[in-house]
């Protein structure tokens, strides 16, 4: 089967490369430091430290080969491609609340780089999908769990 392809900004890649790099030189060795200490207290039968270093170990392990499969699966974002007319994936909206007046600022991203607390969303996320492809000034009307959201697509810009 293949695997899907993500996109990724040229700030993403380098966030993404950066994290791998520092789980293989860096924290691997942490770990396997700890795991030696934790083996020097004798029984890892009963060993909590042993065994929190060894889940530690896990997930380090998973997380590289995540990172690996999105590396290995990534396209770049080239922004002369981008529709400065349409929001896409490498732009910024700027959305009004048709509803409350709120006015919020998105990124769109691709999902190996989206970050709610830092306003980049997925174009796979439910308001991610229904912004993408859409124009300054249209209003859309947006399917979330809590219910329907109405915007107005104040801005775009890269």
Do not use: C, W
Not at 61 to 69: D, H, K, P, Q
């Amino acid at each position: 089967m293949a695997e899907k392809e993500v996109l990724l900004s040229p700030e993403g890649l380098r966030r993404l490369e950066q994290e791998l790099e520092h789980l293989k030189t860096v924290r691997r060795r942490e770990v396997a430091e700890r795991i030696k200490h934790a083996r020097s207290f004798g029984d890892i039968a009963e060993n909590s430290e042993y065994e929190d270093a060894k889940n530690e170990q896990a997930f380090i392990e998973g997380r590289i080969l995540t990172l690996e499969r999105i590396l290995r699966n990534a396209r770049l974002i080239d922004e002369t491609e981008i529709d400065p007319e349409r929001v896409g994936v490498g732009t910024r909206v700027t959305l009004r609340d048709l509803d409350s007046g709120e006015v919020v600022e998105y990124t769109i991203v691709g999902s190996a780089e989206a970050n709610p607390a830092e306003m980049r969303i997925s174009n796979e996320s439910p308001v991610g999908k229904g912004l993408v492809g859409q124009r300054l000034g249209s209003v859309v009307e947006i399917r979330v769990p809590a219910g329907v959201l109405r915007y107005e697509i104040a801005a775009i810009s890269r």
